[in-house]
């Protein structure tokens, strides 16, 4: 016999007179567009991943560390702006999980 979870906790909240609810979320910072490495700070080390992408075409990369920037003609001089217009910029790579119980009775 299968029940969906609505109908388990009915039958739950109908035996012990006690309601459970929760809520779980989570929030995200945004780092720099230069952050090439993820630990939200554009420094020396997203130049060494940009020097390893020189002059890659565009479809060569997909993964959230390419060094194409603007998506257009792949790696090259205009990307290199993008990156250093964010130069020393940091966002905070902190993650935010919640999980909220109620009990109603």
Known sequence: MK???FTLIWIHTLLTG???VSLVGS???DCPVGDLNRDCKVNFLDIS???GQWLEPSDTCSD???ADLDGVDGVNMSDFALLTKQWHQAGNPLVI???IWWVCT
């Open 27 to 29: 929030v995200r910072a």
């Open 64 to 66: 959230a560390n390419c």
């Open 3 to 5: 029940f969906s979870l």
């Open 97 to 99: 999980n919640v999980l």
């Open 18 to 20: 006690v309601l459970t």
């Open 49 to 51: 991943v940009f020097a």
